[in-house]
Each structure stands twice: as structure tokens, then as C-alpha cells.
């Protein structure tokens, strides 16, 4: 079994930058991704890195350049670096394992309750 704690949202600016972090409990040895959802839409792939080293990260399109994926083996935490946020970026957060390097949310076995970002601009 796997826990999942996302924190570090909240309110920030058009431009301005968040770091989200996933606390991770349980079996630790998954990969990992972040999705968003918006009021009304349909969850979004963000981001996803490997257990490992060995495979380099993956982004949305709407975030590369800007999102920056990264994890702590030793701290157990997974880490979602946003920079030059967006108004477009507001959405409820999302970490989640998988067993598999995906983009597909179907992939994802294990789920965190989310936390809120909301960028003004």
C-alpha cells in the first residue's frame, strides 16, 4: 500500500513560482506523476519521473519549460518546481504512483488527496 501527501500549494501571482512536494509512504520504489484539474475540465497529465535514474523525466505540453519534475529517494518526497505561473495554471494538484513511465492517468495506481493552486493575474 501507498500514501500519498501533496502539500505546498496555494495562492500565488501571474509569474510568480511554487514548489509542490508529495510525501510518499509505504512501498516508495514507483514512478511518479503529477496531474491537474481544473474546475470543469478533464484531469490533465503534468508531469512524471522514474524509480530511477534511467529514464529522463516527462511534461505536459502546456508546462514544459516551465514545470520542473524532480524526487528525494531519501526523503521518500517528490518535488513540482513551477515557475512563471500561469492564471491557465490553477487547478487542483495531484501526485500519483505507477508501476509504468506514463502520461496516462489510467496508469496510475495510487492517488493523493490533491492540493490547490490558484494563480491571479
Known amino acids: 500500500q501507498v500514501q500519498l501527501v501533496e502539500s505546498g500549494g496555494g495562492l500565488a501571482q501571474a509569474g510568480a513560482s511554487l514548489r509542490l512536494s508529495c510525501a510518499v509512504s509505504g512501498r516508495t520504489s514507483y514512478n511518479m506523476g503529477w496531474f491537474r484539474q481544473a474546475p470543469g475540465k478533464e484531469r490533465e497529465f503534468v508531469a512524471a519521473i522514474s524509480w530511477s535514474t534511467t529514464s529522463l523525466p516527462i511534461y505536459g505540453d502546456s508546462v514544459k519549460g516551465r514545470f520542473t519534475i524532480s524526487r528525494d529517494n531519501a526523503k521518500s518526497t517528490v518535488y513540482l518546481q513551477m515557475n512563471t505561473l500561469k492564471p491557465e495554471d490553477t487547478a487542483n494538484y495531484y501526485c500519483?504512483?505507477?508501476?509504468?513511465?506514463?502520461?496516462?492517468?489510467?496508469?496510475?495506481?495510487?492517488w493523493g488527496q490533491g492540493t490547490q493552486v490558484t494563480v491571479s493575474s
Open positions: 500519483a504512483a505507477s508501476s509504468v513511465l506514463g502520461r496516462d492517468q489510467r496508469q496510475y495506481h495510487y
